[in-house]
């Protein structure tokens, strides 16, 4: 099993939130592993597109983004109203007694 601690030895100065995010998840994932395999093969070449040493000299900035509906691209709100409308066809369809009054509008960045 890989630990933040394996990932952490060769990419020290990333922040320990994106690591455990994005790349901890699939390291632990059945055929994946760390380190992804030089040159990258399978889904760490979809994943992360360029060899462990480019990763080693990204730096990441946090950075806080209204993500309300109002501030998504065109692309983004169609995106978004795609989801909307097939969870609400989805859950029209259900065979269930209870019915919900509204749904939840979901964002994301």
Known sequence: MTTLQDIKKDLPDWPDDVID?????????????WPPPDPLAGRWKLLITHPLSWWKDVT?????RDCGFDNLSIDGRKTMNNMHSSSAR?????????????????AFC
């Open 21 to 33: 995010q994005w790349l901890l998840k699939f390291a632990n994932q059945e055929g994946m592993g």
């Open 90 to 106: 989805t859950m029209a369809s259900a065979a269930t007694t209870a019915r919900p009054a509204s749904l939840v509008s979901w």
């Open 60 to 64: 990441w900035t946090q950075e806080k």
